[in-house]
């Protein structure tokens, strides 16, 4: 399971790309009832700590991996069917996965290790997502190429500006929970 590695791909990078929020985008951090039929009144998600921070701004919410910040987000302002197309621009298919555990990296089944990765380049190679290959080259033993997978293929997952809004938010995952922003 990706847990909350799947957050800045399923949320936040296409709901900055589609100038739905921004990093400063405030989210009230409280507790929320987003189960149906049975379990309607279980207070669901739940943050890992259990506790809520009250106004949060996006930028907090991705340093902190909020799951309730995240699920009001994808749920009330991106959408299933957002989330899913600019999943599927990574290489990720979840095209029967339209419930909000999705976007905590809750998935009917885990995701490969090597598509997970492949799926954050475009954070680095300003929005151009590279499909992951494990050979480039394969001849027989005459010598005659089998398979060429020389050139990559490529894509554009997100813009230029919203690889790099995301890279400055992933940035400051690693500063600590309480560190002060600008850094």
């Known amino acids: 399971q990706p847990g909350s590695s799947i957050k800045p791909i399923a949320l936040y990078a296409p709901a900055i790309d589609l100038k739905l929020i921004t990093a400063a985008t ?3 951090d409280i507790p929320v009832y987003m189960l149906t039929g049975k ?6 998600p ?19 991996s909020v ?3 995240a699920a009001k987000l994808w749920k009330e302002v991106l959408g299933p069917d957002n989330s899913i197309e600019y999943l599927k621009r990574v290489g990720i298919d979840r ?4 419930y ?23 954070f680095a190679h300003e929005g151009i997502y590279y499909k992951p290959t494990t050979f480039t080259l394969v001849k027989d033993s005459s010598g005659k190429v089998l398979i060429d997978k020389t050139a990559a293929e490529f894509s554009i997952a997100y813009s230029e500006q919203t690889a790099f809004i995301m890279t400055d938010l992933l940035k400051e995952v690693t500063l ?8």
């Open 26 to 28: 405030v989210v009230d």
């Open 39 to 44: 379990d309607a009144g279980r207070e669901y």
């Open 46 to 64: 739940k943050n890992y700590d259990n506790k809520h921070d009250g106004l949060t701004s996006v930028r907090n919410a991705v340093k902190n």
């Open 67 to 69: 799951n309730v910040v």
């Open 95 to 98: 095209e029967n996965e339209k």
């Open 100 to 122: 909000i555990s999705l976007v905590m990296g809750g998935l009917e089944q885990g995701e490969n290790p090597l598509q997970m990765a492949a799926a954050y380049i475009p």
């Open 176 to 183: 600590g929970r309480t560190s002060p922003y600008p850094h």
